[in-house]
């Protein structure tokens, strides 16, 4: 299982403490950065993967063996 993440390219508020939170429970994660200063968070890529344009964003990713 794979978690991807995505969040403003420096993590603060929310996304920092999901970040650490991350960290510490050593949870395997993947940073996928969002231009919240160019509204990358508006576009229809990123509506696909949370609706509102809310940041962050957590994807469940599960791999079959």
Same mark, same amino acid.
């Given at each position: 299982?794979?978690? *991807?993440?995505? !969040?403003?390219?420096?993590?603060? !508020?929310? !996304?920092?403490?999901?970040?650490?939170?991350?960290? @510490? *429970? +050593?949870?395997?994660?993947?940073?996928?950065?969002?231009? /919240?200063?160019?509204?990358?968070? *508006?576009?229809? @890529?990123?509506?696909?993967?949370?609706?509102? !344009? +809310?940041?962050?964003?957590?994807?469940?990713?599960? /791999?079959?063996?």
């Amino acid at each position: 299982m794979v978690l *991807k993440l995505y !969040g403003a390219s420096r993590a603060a !508020g929310a !996304g920092l403490a999901v970040v650490i939170t991350l960290v @510490e *429970k +050593q949870i395997p994660f993947e940073m996928v950065a969002v231009d /919240l200063v160019n509204n990358a968070h *508006k576009a229809p @890529e990123y509506l696909a993967v949370h609706p509102f !344009g +809310q940041v962050p964003a957590i994807v469940r990713i599960i /791999l079959w063996p």
